[in-house]
């Protein structure tokens, strides 16, 4: 059988890699019970749901028509500054809080286009950490800073670099 899009083939690849990937990192998460369900439950969940989407995808691919995978005509700028983004959150978000991390995170993800419009980047920014700060301080309670307690070593580094050295 032959497939008809080889971008859904490639989205789908993408889909189980990924939950075959979480699988495996949270195969030692504990489950708990039905009760008192532990802290593998969820990324299994998800993981289970991003392969079965990726197989749907897959099924697609050789239903219906759709377009190749051309990697000439991929905009990479976007593809590299959202994923430099995230590793910039997961990176810095304990040590800089989650409200500057955020900032630094949206800031670099909206420089991977030049059609960026910096007044509507700014009021989707403020939005987003209204609702960030929402979901996972107040409603979640998760135990993260929301600003820097301390100043991270990395920038004050580089504020003295800036300053000649001093």
Known sequence: MRFKSSQDIAAGMMFVGIGALALYISADYNMGSAR??????????????????????????FLADGPSLGL????????IMVTVATVAFALHVDSLGLVPTMVLAMTIAALGTPETRWVEY????????????????????????????KIPDWIVAVRSLLKGGQ
């Open 72 to 79: 000439a005509g991929w905009a990479w700028r976007p593809v």
């Open 122 to 149: 700014t009021l989707f920014c403020l939005l987003m950490l209204v609702v960030g700060w929402g979901m996972f301080i107040y409603a979640l309670g998760m135990p993260i800073p929301v600003w820097p307690g």
């Open 36 to 61: 008192s369900p532990g802290t593998g439950v969820l990324p299994r969940i998800l993981s289970w749901c991003l392969i079965g989407t990726g197989v749907l995808v897959w099924i697609k691919a």
